[in-house]
């Protein structure tokens, strides 16, 4: 009944990352948790690897009354910007994971992105203060170059975020 070994708190109780749920056990202590809602990162072929077929992933979270969005993002990649708006309005003020694959790059990006645009927080801190959670978080060039646009355009993008779709 644990949650993922993988899960870190990026603020107690508000917004957890983690790598992919293994099983229908993980996800139930997802739920235990606390969590709510849940942002999938990988993209379908990742998820179908794992689970059989991207649907009996996203049933088995329903089962678990977890709300889900899927906003595929590739391996090494990061989110556009569109997608972290979507991200970051739907999360709204639900206590919410994010997951990816590895629960490092992918992941990482979005919880940095986050801290960055909903805290306030320097993008260098934002990658502090995830790596300190799960090291190795933010895997490549493209993944950090979106933290410091991020960073450049948080005042654009909390507005986007704050306005209705
Ligand atoms: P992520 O990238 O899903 O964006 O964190 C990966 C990191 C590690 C692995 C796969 C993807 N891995 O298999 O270890």
Same mark, same amino acid.
């Given at each position: 009944m644990a949650a993922p $070994?993988? @899960?870190?708190?990026? #603020?107690? =109780?508000?917004?957890?990352?983690?790598?992919?749920?293994?099983?229908v056990e993980e996800l139930r202590g997802i739920r235990k948790a =606390?969590?709510?809602?849940?942002?999938v990162l990988p993209e379908g072929h990742e998820i179908a690897d794992r689970? =059989? $077929?991207?649907?009996?992933?996203?049933?088995a979270?329903?089962?678990f009354d977890l709300e889900f969005l899927h906003?595929?993002?590739? $391996?090494? #990649?990061?989110?556009?910007? =569109?997608?972290?708006?979507?991200i970051l309005r739907w999360i709204g003020e639900a206590p919410s994971l994010v997951h990816c694959i590895g629960g490092i790059g992918r992941t990482g990006t979005v919880?940095?992105?986050?801290?960055?645009?909903?805290?306030? @927080?320097?993008a260098h801190e934002a990658l502090d203060t995830v790596r300190s959670l799960r090291p190795g978080?933010?895997?490549?060039?493209?993944?950090?170059r979106f933290?410091? $646009?991020? #960073?450049e355009n948080a005042d654009k993008i909390r507005k986007l975020v704050g306005s209705p779709s």
């Open positions: $070994d993988c @899960m870190y708190w990026a #603020e107690r =109780g508000r917004l957890a990352g983690s790598c992919m749920p293994r099983s =606390g969590i709510r809602r849940v942002v689970w =059989g $077929d991207g649907p009996s992933y996203f049933e979270l329903s089962t906003e595929p993002v590739p $391996d090494m #990649e990061a989110p556009t910007v =569109g997608q972290l708006v979507e919880i940095a992105s986050w801290l960055i645009v909903e805290r306030g @927080m320097p978080s933010v895997q490549s060039y493209s993944q950090m933290l410091l $646009d991020v #960073e």
